[in-house]
């Protein structure tokens, strides 16, 4: 079994901010459908847990009167597994990432946007392809909508340590220096082994990409940095799962370094917080979140209304501003704050934003290895 290695377009708020402006399409205010605005509706979403802060909730209540039912995730398995249970019931709005559709495609489980009620000039054209192409399940249209991007990369307590040459690695994690005080999610650290490994010429340059190619391909890959992983499972402090975990961490658990969310991290410095966060040498890991609709969510109004005001360019701002990740929406940067906008810059230095490693698209059986994988390195 093969797929296709799909790319991501170029993630940049430089290139977000200057589509919306070519476009005209910046809106001050979303064009609200009738009846989720005359009446006090409700509206059942369930959003990855930082994404969504309670201010926007609140404006949204105000503006609509629909009231937000929230339910926060840590992982796309979560949400998959969350779906399948119910059958899909019981959410009007999910938030799958953008390289998970072959997963999702099988479980029959979301429907088609009608497009006609998304103002899909407010948002980044080459973010929107991707719905279009890889979330057009059936040919019945497009099943995902973007709505938040960010990276995983590099994050310390910058009382306690810094790298060398001022510029970290992957491998930085997993140095003796820090050994016993570092984090990361289990499935992502090993990516980012293998991909220090290829560096240091214990796999092939190009090997962790070469792993979504087929079964065949990618076992021997995987095993070679499982054995890495478990040779130094003591260096291990704490795994997270979401961007709570991720916070405590640095803040209660004794943590330097990790592998973390941008948004996590970057919050936390613009709350004064010792902590920072850099794409390594080896490249940030890239993805896009999205909005998708399932088959049985009951207040189709509601959502679209949702949509309308999140696609507003304040609003992808202050998502911004609120959470540390970037938003979709064309002309979010014109109201971003200059906390944020210093987070950026130092986020992603010199080459960062051109040297992204967006994960590849990820088939089921994929994930279903890798998994076998990453159980044996948390069990060892």
Not at 131 to 158: C, D, K, M, Q, Y
Not at 275 to 301: C, F, H, M, S
């Amino acid at each position: 079994m093969k797929t296709k290695d799909k790319t991501l377009p170029r993630l940049s708020r430089r290139k977000v901010l200057k589509t919306g402006v070519a476009a005209g399409v910046i809106a001050s205010a979303p064009l609200y459908v009738k009846n989720a605005f005359s009446q006090s509706g409700e509206l059942n979403i369930y959003m990855w847990s930082d994404y969504l802060p309670q201010t926007l909730r609140d404006q949204f209540k105000e503006e609509t009167g629909v009231t937000i039912n929230f339910t926060g995730i840590g992982s796309n398995e979560e949400l998959i597994n969350k779906m399948k249970a119910t059958k899909g019931r019981g959410a009007d709005i999910v938030t799958p990432t953008n390289m998970r559709s072959p997963q999702w495609e099988p479980l029959e489980l979301l429907q088609a946007f009608d497009l006609s009620r998304v103002p899909t000039q407010n948002v980044n054209g080459g973010m929107l392809v991707v719905g279009e192409e890889e979330w057009n399940f059936g040919g019945s249209g497009s099943h995902w909508l973007p709505h938040i991007w960010g990276t995983e990369a590099v994050a310390w307590r910058t009382d306690q340590w810094s790298p060398d040459g001022g510029v970290p690695s992957y491998g930085d994690v997993w140095a003796e220096d820090v050994s016993g005080k570092m984090m990361g999610r289990p499935h992502s650290m090993m990516v980012g082994a293998g991909l220090y490994m290829e560096t240091i010429g214990e796999l092939e340059p190009g090997d962790m990409r070469r792993a979504y190619g087929s079964e065949e391909a990618m076992r021997p890959i995987w095993r070679k940095v499982t054995d890495w992983v478990v040779a130094r499972k003591s260096h291990v402090g704490k795994f997270w799962n979401d961007a709570d975990a991720q916070k405590s961490g640095f803040l209660q658990e004794g943590m330097v370094i990790g592998q973390t969310w941008d948004g996590p991290t970057l919050a936390m410095k613009t709350e004064g917080q010792p902590v920072t966060y850099q794409a390594p040498k080896e490249g940030a890991l890239a993805w896009i979140d999205g909005l998708a609709l399932p088959k049985a969510a009951r207040n189709l109004d509601e959502v679209y209304a949702f949509i309308e005001f999140m696609y507003r360019s304040e609003v992808g701002g202050e998502t911004a501003n609120k959470t540390g990740y970037n938003s979709a929406v064309n002309g979010s940067d014109a109201f971003l704050s200059e906390d944020s906008k210093n987070n950026f810059s130092e986020a992603y230095p010199g080459d960062a934003l051109d040297n992204l490693w967006p994960w590849p698209t990820e088939p089921a059986w994929y994930a279903s290895i890798r998994s076998e994988y990453r159980d044996e390195f948390v069990a060892a």
